[in-house]
């Protein structure tokens, strides 16, 4: 039996069998009655629902949601949308699957830059930070979180949700702040600094093993709660940090969603509070909006509809 293309290349008449990431798993009772599985499988290039229609007494034993799969089945366009049906799955077995070509990090959905390229960027934009203590402040706080840093998504599944999201999103954030910071004269390095530490609660708000799920802890608190905290843990280690500077940076925090009703428990108050809001709101809509453009397979002018921009997109002839 043939091997399944890269889910990016999945096609209706595909079959065969492959390793996947069981993002989400999902027992459902369909309009007779009858029990199936309803799945979210994901490989590097993507992610794609899969159904269990048969066995599934049997086979909602064999795996669990968060592990790698081996799965058997065929794919099938439903309400004009693709799928996989499958017919059998399984967890991996590392060792003996690895005969067969099984790599983790296939199976995983993963930022389109090479992280060791995004974190040498983020490290030289930080070290490019003028004040001192700031600077002392920001690679402290990143080398703490390294590994985190490097691996963590961004969200669960609004965008940038995939391996190294989170540093994609700040990098992105960086950038577009610091061209709109130079353009109204907006002080660059509270920027930069709203960059890093805007979603850093995120470390510990989402927990992450390949799926992506909400902590115990942001659950009850939040990102921007927990961010705050690790603000303050960090001021108190470097020797002597200004209140008024921690005082600017936890304002950035608080309010980098823009608005009370958007979560932010209070409004932007200053230039660079603006610019970060501005700079976040934009980077998080685009990313939406390329992917619905990329993964929309619907017939006509318009996509369909999006359910958090709340709206269809245009698509363009092809020039």
Request: proline share 4%.
């Given at each position: ?245 921690e005082l600017q940076l936890a304002h950035l925090i608080l309010s980098h969603h823009g608005a009370l009703e ?58």
């Open positions: 039996m043939a091997r399944l293309p890269r889910i990016a290349e999945l096609d209706h008449a595909a079959s065969g069998w492959g390793f996947f990431l069981c993002a989400r798993k999902d027992l459902r009772s369909g309009r007779s009655g009858t029990e199936y599985l309803d799945l979210i499988l994901q490989d590097a290039s993507g992610e794609i629902r899969a159904k269990v229609f048969q066995d599934v007494d049997t086979l909602k034993l064999e795996f669990d949601a968060g592990e790698f799969v081996k799965v058997q089945g065929r794919a099938n366009l439903f309400h004009g949308r693709l799928e996989i049906i499958l017919d059998k799955i399984r967890r991996v077995m590392a060792e003996r699957d690895r005969a067969d070509g099984f790599r983790e990090d296939d199976c995983i959905l993963s930022a389109p830059r090479p992280v060791d390229d995004m974190w040498a960027e983020l490290m030289g934009r930080l070290q490019n930070v003028g004040h001192p203590a700031l600077r002392a402040l920001l690679l402290g706080i990143a080398e703490q979180h390294a590994e985190r840093l490097k691996l963590w998504p961004a969200a669960r599944q609004v965008h940038h949700a995939y391996r190294s999201g989170l540093l994609e999103h700040i990098l992105k954030i960086m950038e577009v702040g610091d061209g709109i910071a130079a353009a109204y004269g907006a002080n660059r390095d509270l920027v930069v600094a709203g960059a890093l530490l805007h979603d850093i609660g995120k470390l510990h708000e989402l927990s992450y093993g390949g799926s992506t799920e909400y902590s115990i802890e942001g659950n009850l608190m939040g990102h921007i709660t927990i961010g705050v905290r690790m603000l303050r843990d960090a001021a108190a280690a470097v020797p002597d940090f200004p209140s008024e500077l958007l979560g932010s428990p209070v409004k932007p108050m200053t230039v660079e509070a603006f610019v970060l809001a501005a700079a976040d709101d934009l980077d998080a809509k685009l990313h939406q909006v390329r992917r619905h453009l990329a993964d929309d397979d619907t017939e006509g002018a318009f996509t369909a509809y999006h359910r958090y921009l709340e709206r269809v997109l245009y698509k363009p002839p092809a020039s």
